[in-house]
């Protein structure tokens, strides 16, 4: 197939266009990346926990098979897909199926840690590439706190990954932003971090039938409404004014559900006694969304109703759910920015911040040190 880039106005490395005499940069703010299979250690595949075959076709938990779709799964054909896509950067997320839901202490503690250490390793391995996010189970809340401490003190991590939802140690489903969990974000707070939300397990929360993708075509855009709707309520932005949250896939049913969630508060003052009125939260300068809403409609309402200056760039790469390479979609990543400038949605200013400027703010806020450091590593 054809490179769609080639018949696209992007600036190819070297070329000019961007703030203080340079072109702008190209950083993906939501990404994946699996291990190899003979990086993942043998208690993963003997436990079923989580593995990939040795022909690197599929990824493996206990029941549950999934394909792999692109080689950019992998780290040295990510780097070549990012290299023939013109990305200067990407921020790695952890894989949803590592946030531990139902899996034992111990297990828990041991998968979790390795999927911390496998990101650091290819952060310190490549820093001009790669900004990489680490994972924590909040069912546990002191291992939880530990191993903050121990990505940001010792692995040098900044971001934050973690699940719209999880389950407690008693087997019920929680939304991550339940006000037991606020020492979590009174540490996040302390360290700064970038937070990532992103859904998963929809099928295990909701009891219907696992058929035609419903749990990542509908029922995850709820999860993220409903994670959403608990940090708004909740005045997470107003009270821990140091972190940055950044919810996948656009927050899409967040966008469209502001006039009910609204109206329910208004019209019910008695279900929402001591808690912060929806409206308020409305394009607060430290929540984020990613542009993976897959069409320009969506995204034209994100942008109206959160301001240009929130929204970031998110490919969700390499899934066949994100922003990648097609020609049955004729896609291909940067594409919706692409259409928003054609449909006068936004201007080639604001497609250059959301593709630098916004990604860099989720991730460092006022730290401006930070954004020239890495975007000196980038830049080489």
Not at 70 to 99: R, T
Not at 128 to 154: N, Q, S
Not at 200 to 228: P, S, V
Request: aromatic share 10%.
């Amino acid at each position: 197939m054809s490179n769609p880039l080639e018949s696209k106005n992007i600036p190819s490395f070297g070329e000019k266009g961007g703030g203080n005499g340079r072109r702008k940069l190209r950083i993906n703010g939501h990404s994946h990346l699996l291990p190899y299979p003979e990086q993942i250690p043998q208690f993963m595949k003997d436990k079923e926990i989580f593995w990939v075959d040795d022909e690197r076709k599929h990824m493996l938990q206990k029941g549950w098979s999934r394909p792999v779709t692109d080689s950019s799964f992998f780290l040295d054909e990510k780097l070549l897909w990012m290299e023939k896509n013109k990305l200067d950067h990407a921020v790695i997320l952890n894989l949803s199926q590592l946030y531990g839901n139902g899996l034992r202490l111990e297990e828990m503690k041991k998968a979790l840690r390795f999927q911390n250490d496998f990101n650091a390793k290819v952060q310190k391995d490549h820093p001009d590439k790669f900004t990489c996010g680490f994972v924590v189970h909040p069912g546990f809340i002191y291992g939880a706190l530990d191993e903050i401490k121990r990505c940001v003190e010792e692995l040098d991590l900044k971001v934050l990954c973690l699940p719209t939802h999880f389950m407690d140690s008693i087997g019920q489903w929680r939304c991550v932003f339940d006000e037991e969990n606020d020492r979590i974000f009174e540490l996040a707070d302390q360290y700064k971090l970038a937070i990532e939300i992103h859904p998963y397990d929809g099928d295990k929360m909701i009891k219907l039938e696992n058929t035609n993708w419903r749990f990542h075509l509908i029922w995850m855009l709820a999860q993220c409404g409903d994670a959403y709707h608990f940090y708004t309520l909740n005045g997470m932005q107003e009270r821990f004014k140091n972190i940055r949250t950044c919810f996948a896939h656009g927050g899409q049913l967040a966008q469209m559900n502001l006039g009910r969630r609204i109206q329910g508060f208004d019209g019910r003052p008695d279900l929402f006694e001591g808690k912060y009125h929806p409206r308020k939260a409305v394009g607060h300068k430290n929540i984020f969304f990613d542009t993976l809403v897959h069409d320009t409609d969506s995204l034209k309402l994100m942008l109206e109703r959160q301001g240009t200056s929130q929204v970031l760039m998110g490919l969700d790469d390499p899934y066949p759910l994100g922003e990648m390479e097609s020609d049955k979609q004729s896609s291909y990543p940067g594409k919706i920015l692409d259409l928003a400038i054609e449909k006068k949605i936004i201007s080639e200013t604001e497609k250059g911040e959301i593709w630098e400027d916004n990604v860099l703010q989720w991730l460092f806020g006022d730290d401006e040190k930070a954004k020239r450091d890495l975007v000196r590593k980038i830049l080489g």
